[in-house]
């Protein structure tokens, strides 16, 4: 079996092109490409996200450009956003990219249209959400993030947290029928 670390260039051509210039052609080709097998580890990275460390995650999303990522945000987020982000370059401007985006960063949401609801203006929308840490410190970056990936004629009109407290609820039910008799004395 060949090895590919132990090719020489020059053993490939023929007879005819074995002059100076050629061979040190072929030199120079087999040093490259000896550094690009050396190298060829490191592009496993996109493969191996879920092992990565935190820093390194920070440097692939700023050289991936991952809009709406924070460096504060957990280390499943990160990855989340890293692994989706060309998914969410492909569905930029839609209302599944908004969708898909504040799930990822904040557990849960969904996007109302303007078309969806009655008396809605024109070419908003709104979120929807059942995070109860989307309170008011959480504002700006939840609208960052919509920004991040809403078409440019689009408008948040408000954001819509759901808050739900699980209770017991008691039902209960009678039916009552009865005759009623009035019986009165009569004097004569």
């Keep these: 079996m060949i090895n590919i670390n132990q090719i020489k260039y020059i053993n490939l051509l023929p007879p005819n092109f074995k002059n100076a210039h050629n061979r040190a052609l072929s030199k120079a080709i087999e040093t490259e490409f000896l550094n690009l ?11 191996s996200i879920d092992n990565l460390e935190g820093f390194v995650l920070d440097h692939l999303a700023l050289q991936m450009r991952v809009d709406g990522y924070l460096n504060s945000f957990n280390i499943q987020t ?9 998914i969410y370059f492909m569905k930029m401007g839609t209302k599944i990219a908004i969708e898909d985006k504040v799930t990822a960063i904040f557990g849960d949401g969904t996007v109302i249209e303007w078309f969806e609801e009655t008396g809605a203006a024109t070419f908003t929308f709104k979120v929807e959400t059942t995070n109860q840490s989307a309170n008011e ?8 993030v919509i920004k991040s990936v809403k078409n440019a004629r689009s408008v948040l009109s408000e954001v819509v947290v759901k808050l739900t407290d699980p209770q017991k609820t008691y039902i209960g039910n ?7 008799f009035i019986l009165r004395q009569v004097n004569s």
């Design 137 to 144: 410190s959480m504002a700006d970056e939840f609208a960052r």
């Design 174 to 180: 009678i039916i009552h029928i009865s005759d009623n």
């Design 78 to 86: 990160k990855r989340l956003l890293i692994k989706n982000s060309l």
């Design 37 to 47: 097998i050396q190298n060829i580890k490191y592009v496993n990275i996109y493969s």
